[in-house]
């Protein structure tokens, strides 16, 4: 086995072990320093940090709600949803598509028509 490192293995090391808060007061410094200067290095700290958080959000995952206060809030959803406010805006969201859906076969009936005209279909 190898146990050659390369600086780029050891910057590596360094920036791990300060983003996890582990390296002595002068190294840490230096490090920080070398952060002032170096925007790839920030670049691969925030990457570090970015890690360390999915990972410690994978292994906490948030708790468990209870299962009668979550059938409450769904039905205050459904409840609220069938208002004539919340109705108007269903609508509202309907007509884009509904005009698009137009538009693409009228296109297509004029493009039917076209081809049918030049005998191509």
């Given at each position: 086995?190898?146990?050659?490192?390369?600086?780029?293995?050891?910057?590596?090391?360094?920036?791990?072990?300060?983003?996890?808060?582990?390296?002595?007061?002068?190294?840490?410094?230096?490090?920080?320093?070398?952060?002032?200067?170096?925007?790839?290095?920030?670049?691969?700290?925030a990457?570090?940090?970015?890690?360390?958080?999915?990972?410690?959000?994978?292994?906490?995952?948030?708790?468990?709600?209870?299962?009668?206060?979550?059938?409450?809030?769904v039905?205050?959803h459904?409840?609220?949803a069938?208002?004539?406010?919340?109705?108007?805006r269903?609508?509202?969201?309907?007509?884009?598509?509904?005009?698009?859906?137009?538009?693409?076969?009228?296109?297509?009936?004029?493009?039917?028509?076209?081809?049918?005209?030049?005998?191509?279909?």
């Open positions: 086995m190898n146990t050659w490192t390369t600086p780029w293995r050891r910057q590596e090391r360094e920036l791990s072990a300060y983003a996890d808060a582990e390296l002595p007061s002068q190294e840490s410094g230096r490090v920080a320093e070398r952060l002032i200067f170096n925007a790839d290095a920030r670049g691969r700290l990457a570090f940090r970015e890690a360390s958080r999915m990972v410690g959000a994978a292994l906490h995952p948030p708790a468990i709600p209870d299962a009668t206060e979550s059938s409450r809030q039905l205050e459904i409840a609220a069938k208002t004539p406010a919340a109705i108007d269903a609508r509202r969201r309907v007509s884009p598509v509904l005009v698009a859906s137009v538009g693409i076969l009228v296109t297509a009936g004029i493009a039917w028509a076209g081809l049918r005209k030049r005998g191509i279909v």
